[in-house]
């Protein structure tokens, strides 16, 4: 009897290898994928219940840092963080939001989760560069121009601001064009310019006009110092004068290319 003919071998080893071919690059069981899906719907679920409904992630404190004026019990009150919520529910945003509306004597405040059941607030207060005397209080204004906090009693080596403006002649005209709180931001120009030896003996800037600021410090010696502009070189002009003429009571640095001091 004659064997098979070629094709028909070729046939059969068609039908011999097929199946393991299908069987090794088929699709996973449907066991498989039973199985991993309710592996992680257990997860999915398991992380969701440590995150909201465990104790072992729920507020349970507030730290303060960096308060120097402000005590951390003012901060956490204005912070009103509701200890004993999930702490991933809890708006950072809208804590940051109410420590800025209620304690504006805050600049900056970083709102951070501590895992796993803290939150952490880094404040950093604003500092005053001038005072305002308000009655008996005083307004402490920073280097921005912001007027944050009225305080009974005036904060040392901070200089007072007198804002007098001239409203005769050219002053006057000037005062049309700036209002106070742009005369108020020149003061605050000025007095973050000054060198530290003169900040420190600095008593008072007085503000006429916003061509016209003036500086008295300490051992009644003045300072006329012009407009809030070209204040790098007017440092340098008031810093060699007060070098060069150390027993001078009266410096005029308002044009710093021609600097002059007297003794009266």
């Known amino acids: 009897m004659a064997g098979p003919t070629t094709a028909e071998r070729g046939e059969r080893q068609q039908e011999s290898s097929g199946p393991p071919r299908a069987r090794r690059f088929g699709p996973p069981r449907l066991r498989t994928i039973i199985i991993t899906a309710v592996s992680l719907a257990l997860v999915a679920g398991g992380t969701v219940w440590v995150l909201y409904g465990s104790n072992w992630t729920r507020v349970d404190g507030v730290s303060v840092s960096g308060t120097r004026v402000l005590t951390p019990a003012q901060v956490r009150e204005a912070a009103d963080v509701p ?9 950072t945003e809208a804590v940051e939001a109410r420590l800025r509306r209620k304690l504006p004597r805050i600049d900056e405040v970083d709102v951070e989760r501590s895992w796993p059941h803290g939150i952490g607030l880094k404040v950093t207060e ?8 308000k009655g008996k209080n005083f307004m402490e204004v920073d280097d921005e121009g912001v007027r944050f906090a009225t305080v009974s009693r005036a904060p040392k080596g901070v200089p007072a601001l007198e ?3 001239d409203r005769s002649g050219s002053a006057g005209a000037s005062l049309r064009r700036f ?5 108020v931001r020149e003061a605050v120009r000025v007095a973050g310019r000054l060198p530290d030896a003169v900040a420190r003996d600095a ?8 061509d016209d600021i003036s500086l008295e410090l ?10 809030g502009e070209r204040g790098a070189d007017k440092v340098r002009a008031l810093t060699a004068l ?3 003429t150390p027993r001078a009571r009266h410096f005029d640095v308002s044009v710093p290319t021609a600097p002059a001091s007297s003794a009266s």
């Open 218 to 227: 300490s051992g009644e010696r003045t300072v006329a110092w012009g407009s």
């Open 203 to 210: 008593r008072l800037v007085k503000v006429r006009s916003y």
């Open 179 to 183: 209002d106070d709180d742009r005369l």
């Open 163 to 165: 804002l007098e403006p």
């Open 126 to 133: 604003r500092t005053p560069v001038l005072i305002v005397q």
């Open 83 to 91: 200890v004993g919520d999930p702490l991933v529910s809890i708006d």
């Open 242 to 244: 007060m070098k060069a």
